[in-house]
């Protein structure tokens, strides 16, 4: 893919989740403005982490490397890949992507058990 397209498609997805978080922070100001109870605080900020630790830019539609690397049949090729000779591919177990991945689902898990209702 053209280096142009490719910045072109990687700003326009990277700037729809700059555009969802500001969805984010609105919801999560509204909710918090209409808490009135200590579990609608945590609610609403349980909420608000899921929110950010979903959308984080990891899919291969928001990195310019991935985007590069699609070929005349729209498969991925990560054999071309820059990012993957400088870091390893991000398949492997081991590789920096794989890493921050990694962290994101623990993230993840760790949102989803900071808070529970009573009941």
Do not use: H
Request: with cysteine; charged share 35%.
């Amino acid at each position: 893919m053209d280096e142009n397209i490719t910045i072109t498609a990687a700003k326009r997805c990277l700037l729809q989740i700059a555009a969802n978080y500001e969805v984010y922070v609105s919801d999560f100001i509204r909710d918090v403005e209409e808490a009135e109870t200590i579990p609608e605080i945590m609610d609403a900020k349980q909420k608000f982490m899921r929110w950010v630790v979903a959308d984080l830019p990891l899919g291969p539609s928001e990195c310019p490397y991935c985007l590069s690397c699609i070929d005349k049949d729209g498969n991925l090729d990560c054999s071309r890949c820059e990012y993957a000779a400088r870091f390893g591919f991000c398949k492997d177990e081991k590789s920096r992507y794989r890493n921050v991945t990694s962290a994101r689902d623990d993230l993840s898990r760790s949102v989803e058990e900071y808070w529970e209702p009573e009941d």
